[in-house]
């Protein structure tokens, strides 16, 4: 098939988040598969100065309209792999900033501006470059236009860009709301604005394009397709979730083996595997060297991954400092964003400094450390559309500790609950739970054998992206 993707955000070129990991290794995964396959993004200074992208040629200049002007642009295309494309929409004014969304302090104020013009470069370069693709695969609310897009500009001009459109919400929180003036700059017929199109509350919503006008609706899991249909998860979209409920299905994400499997981790000090765990007591110990914590220290560790926003339940974890100060653990925190959590956990390391420690950045190789080296890793998610990494944490060793929400659900069992089959601990999301399954994972961990039954469980499992792309394909033909 020819397979065209399109988002925000692709590793290893540019990524804030799982969206970069699910979109390149699914892109991987369906071009190594022997499909060929385009991936759009928009041209950031981040993909630009990497090592790939600097054999990137132009292929097309684009001329985009938005409302009553024309904003030029190119296009350009490097070649990672065989059957993989990779097309740069680029525009300086646009794209050559430090972030993908913000400077830090807030998101950019041109960001709709930024996205729509993304949108239509896409189309346009489909249109100018004959790509003649069977599936257009646009993921989350900053692609979520193309679509309907696509739809117009091909009765505009009447041509087929594409057979089929698929749209992928990887998060329903986030879902591209501007005010109604930034219609315009879509150029779609008025009627779109409208309780059937794009309108939201007298506002104009990105994402719920996406929603109705894909011929296919995805989620990252399957309990979060049903979720996102429920006011609790559906952030105001759940009516229209409702309405393509038969077009909607959730495909759980996988895991790249080639990047995270302890086997062959570059980032790691050791490597090792569930028959030899001894390259995962040097992580530990090179984990809490760097954390600033004594290497003898033989207790244990817990490890978070994430962005700090409301989301990854931070809160919870701050509501029981006194259990961190109370016990003789670590604490080890990688994340950054929302600056009142940050504070709050540099404030917590800063009264146990001897047992909690935060780094407020964003760094890779850290991040598959912290995966590596920890004993625990802590995910007590309010909402989790898949997750990934309580995926990683069970292939690394590592017990997840997670909420009973969304992909947390279809990827973890509790070992309490089920000791035949757990592979981590789960609580409700709230900080008592938490509280609770913390003491469990006291009493676990001081059960040798029983901790290491459940990390075998874990490591035995099966993420990969082969399984997850099948998935696809399968949603992909049927839809053909
Ligand atoms: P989400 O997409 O909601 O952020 P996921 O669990 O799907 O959550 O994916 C998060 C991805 O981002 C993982 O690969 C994780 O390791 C990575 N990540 C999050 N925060 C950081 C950070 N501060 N430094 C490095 N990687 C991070
Ligand atoms: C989103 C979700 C996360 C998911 C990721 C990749 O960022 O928050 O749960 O794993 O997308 O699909």
């Known amino acids: 098939m020819k397979i065209v993707h399109a988002g925000s955000e692709l590793f290893p070129y540019i990524k804030t988040g799982g ?15 022997g499909h060929e396959v385009s991936v759009f993004v928009p041209g950031y200074r981040a993909v630009l100065e990497h090592r ?6 132009r292929t097309m200049r684009l001329k985009i309209e938005l409302a009553d002007q024309f904003l030029s642009g190119d296009v350009r295309m490097f070649s990672p792999r065989p059957n993989l494309k990779v097309y740069l929409i680029c525009r300086e004014e646009f794209f050559d900033r430090q972030g993908p969304y913000g400077n830090g302090e807030r998101d950019y104020e041109d960001n709709a501006d930024r996205f729509i013009f993304f949108c239509k470069g896409v189309v346009e370069a489909l249109r100018l470059g004959d790509f003649g693709a069977d599936v257009v695969h646009s993921h989350d609310w900053q692609a979520a236009l193309l679509p309907l897009l696509l739809r117009e500009t091909e009765r505009r001009h009447g041509t087929t860009l594409a057979l089929k459109t698929v749209f992928t919400i990887h998060n329903i929180a986030y879902q591209g709301v501007f005010p109604a003036k930034i219609f315009a700059r879509t150029n779609l017929p008025d009627e779109l604005y409208s309780m059937d199109g794009l309108e939201y509350y007298s506002q104009i919503n990105l994402m719920k394009g996406g929603i109705l006008f894909a011929d296919r609706v995805t989620t990252v899991s399957p309990r979060y397709a049903k979720e ?6 559906g952030c105001g979209l759940d009516g229209v979730a409702q309405t ?11 895991v790249d083996n080639s990047i995270w499997n302890p086997a062959v981790d570059p980032h790691l000090p050791a490597r090792y595997s569930a028959v030899n765990l001894s390259g995962k007591h040097v992580c530990r110990l090179d984990l809490l060297k760097r954390s600033g914590f004594a290497p003898e220290f033989k207790g244990p560790i817990f490890g978070m991954v994430c962005r700090l926003t409301e989301q990854k339940g931070i809160d919870f974890v701050l509501a029981n400092r006194d259990f961190f100060a ?7 925190v990688l994340g950054s964003g929302d600056r009142r959590m940050e504070e709050e956990l540099l404030e917590l390391a800063a009264e146990v ?12 190789a850290m991040s598959h450390l912290i995966e590596a080296g920890s004993d625990f890793f802590v995910m007590p998610s309010v909402f989790e559309p898949c997750g990934l990494n309580q995926m990683y944490s069970q292939l690394y060793g590592t017990v997840p500790i997670v909420s009973r929400v969304g992909g947390l659900v279809d990827t973890v069992v509790d070992a309490d609950e089920d000791p035949a089959l757990g592979t981590g601990l789960m609580c409700d999301p709230n900080a008592a739970s938490l509280r609770d399954a913390l003491q469990r994972a006291l009493v676990l961990f001081s059960d040798r054998p029983r901790y290491l039954a459940i990390q075998q469980r874990g490591m035995a499992k099966n993420f990969s992206w ?9 949603l992909y033909q049927e839809s053909l």
Do not use: M, W
């Open 244 to 254: 393509r409920a038969d077009d909607l299905v959730g495909l759980l994400n996988g």
């Open 228 to 233: 996102i249909q429920t006011p609790e998860f």
């Open 353 to 364: 400094p001897q047992k909690v420690s935060l780094a407020a950045k964003h760094d890779e």
């Open 466 to 474: 082969s399984r997850a792309a099948s998935g696809y394909e399968r």
């Open 326 to 332: 109370a016990h003789e653990c670590r604490l080890i």
């Open 19 to 33: 969206l970069a990991d699910a979109v390149g290794a699914l892109t991987a995964a369906l071009s190594d598969n």
């Open 52 to 57: 790939d992208a600097a054999g990137a040629t």
